[in-house]
């Protein structure tokens, strides 16, 4: 398994604005993930980020508005840009810690723009 | 492609009852199932998985799955509930032998009753 630390854990944003959010693994993964989950729905992935490369972006997100940085096995950051009310949501970390095996999630960061 | 149906989006239940979530899934491929538990303010933890040998998997807190090919369904069980059970339940499935993006159903929420 592994533990996964995510900043902020919640944070309440003005329209325009942006925010990055961090995820730190206490292990070093290959595969990286950042999914989106609105209210009472289910979770979206937004992107793939694998170290060394650009992140893959999942059909309806762009890089512009979620820019992602994976500088290292350990470390990650998702930005969200521009943010606007539809933008409120949990925002996921995920890694895979072993090729084949279930993802581990962070607990999240809850966001809502104003 | 696959996909998840978790045919209750909510399930009420009262404390000491047994409960069943209910998740079939359709896929051309082998797959991998999970069941991931959200508790509120948290993220995803993993609940139980199927990867192979035996259908029937169980969790350390009284939870069961079972993968039934024929009608292509993981469905989860527990006996007894408790309150600490509410949470949101989602069911997952992936392609097996490799790093795959799992995909998520929309989510059971189980709501335990005194």
């Known amino acids: 398994s592994a533990v996964i630390s995510q900043k902020p854990s919640r944070d309440i944003c003005q329209r325009g604005t942006s925010l990055t959010i961090q995820c730190q693994v206490d292990s070093q993964v290959t595969m990286m993930f950042w999914y989106r989950q609105q209210p009472g729905q289910s979770l979206t992935l937004i992107a793939t980020?694998?170290?060394?490369?650009?992140?893959?972006?999942e059909s309806g997100f762009v890089i512009d508005k979620f820019p992602i940085s994976r500088p290292n096995l350990t470390f990650s950051t998702l930005t969200v840009s521009n943010m606007s009310p539809e933008d409120s949501s949990i925002y996921l970390c995920?890694?895979?810690?072993?090729?084949?095996?279930?993802?581990?999630f962070g607990d999240g960061t809850r966001l809502s723009i104003l | 492609a696959q996909s998840v149906t978790q045919l209750d989006s909510q399930v009420p239940v009262f404390e000491e009852a047994p409960v069943e979530l209910r998740c079939n899934y359709s896929?051309?491929?082998?797959?991998?199932l999970f069941w991931y538990v959200q508790y509120p303010n948290q993220g995803l933890q993993l609940l139980l998985k199927?990867?192979?040998?035996?259908?029937l998997v169980e969790s350390i807190n009284g939870f069961e799955a079972e993968f039934n090919k024929s009608q292509t369904s993981f469905h989860l069980r527990k006996p007894s509930v408790h309150i600490s059970d509410t949470a949101e339940y989602f069911c997952a499935v992936k392609q097996s032998g490799g790093s795959y993006i799992p995909t998520f159903g929309r989510g059971t929420s189980l709501i335990v009753h005194p």
């Open positions: 995920s890694v895979e810690v072993q090729e084949g095996q279930p993802q581990h």
């Open positions: 199927y990867l192979s040998g035996s259908t």
């Open positions: 896929s051309s491929v082998s797959v991998y």
């Open positions: 980020a694998n170290q060394g490369s650009e992140a893959t972006y």
